[in-house]
């Protein structure tokens, strides 16, 4: 069954250092969104993607974050300059034309020190 | 604005008893429903969802919800609870092709 991927698993980092959060989404889907769920809480929308471009995004997603799909595989998420509280577990999600429901990835833990 | 609720932070249920893990919805227009669990160190794993039809819909490993439109609820269900059920449930909710909000999540413990 294909599965949406997510690289890497684990990221520790320094703060004001910049990250960049991998997806390699389902193939057929058109979809694409990156979730972060801090320790604890709730899992939460950053941002949506559609057609090479973003089409919804919260006001967590500040001037900070930005996703690329760099080459109609991956979909990345970059951090410019990661603060404490960037520390959070990030999820990638694709969904298919047609379909409902968002298929997610593992996760990638970020730790910021 | 568009809401979920899932009011116990907790269930816990003896192995063989019937659960439910309740959720509570607040979405303008028509709701797109979504159960999902999710296991230690892993990602959202999808259930079930409700997008249209029958109000009792049926997922994955035995679970069921019930959409009750009156009541804005979308409640999960399993009639006999396995240990394996253990984990954290997230009920989820959108109107169609917009971003997911979900509840806090709700920490199933099956004792055996």
């Known amino acids: 069954e294909p599965e949406v991927t997510q690289t890497p698993s684990h990221q520790v980092t320094q703060m004001g250092q910049e990250v960049i959060l991998r997806c390699v989404p389902i193939?057929?889907?058109?979809?694409f969104y990156w979730y972060r769920q801090i320790l604890g809480q709730k899992v939460e929308f950053l941002v949506s993607?559609?057609?090479?471009?973003?089409?919804?995004k919260s006001e967590i997603f500040d001037d900070q974050f930005s996703v690329e799909r760099p080459d109609g595989s991956n979909f990345t998420l970059k951090i410019r300059s990661t603060k404490l509280e960037d520390s959070a577990m990030y999820f990638c999600a694709s969904i298919g034309t047609g379909s409902y429901e968002q298929y997610f990835g593992p996760g990638t833990r970020l730790t910021v020190t | 604005a568009q809401s979920v609720a899932q009011p116990e932070d907790q269930v816990n249920v003896a192995e063989g008893n019937p659960l439910t893990v309740k959720c509570t919805y607040s979405v303008s227009g028509n709701p797109y429903l979504f159960w999902y669990v999710q296991y230690p160190n892993r990602g959202l794993q999808f259930l079930l969802k409700?997008?249209?039809?029958?109000?009792l819909v049926k997922g994955s490993y035995g679970f069921e919800a019930e959409f009750n439109k009156s009541q804005t609820s979308f409640h999960l269900k399993k009639p006999s609870a396995l240990v394996s059920d253990s984990a954290l449930y997230f009920c989820?909710?959108?109107?169609?092709?917009?971003?997911?909000?979900f509840g806090k999540g709700t920490r199933l413990s099956v004792i055996a």
């Open positions: 989820a909710a959108d109107s169609g092709n917009t971003p997911l909000v």
């Open positions: 409700y997008i249209t039809g029958d109000n």
């Open positions: 993607f559609y057609n090479n471009e973003i089409s919804e």
């Open positions: 193939s057929n889907h058109l979809y």
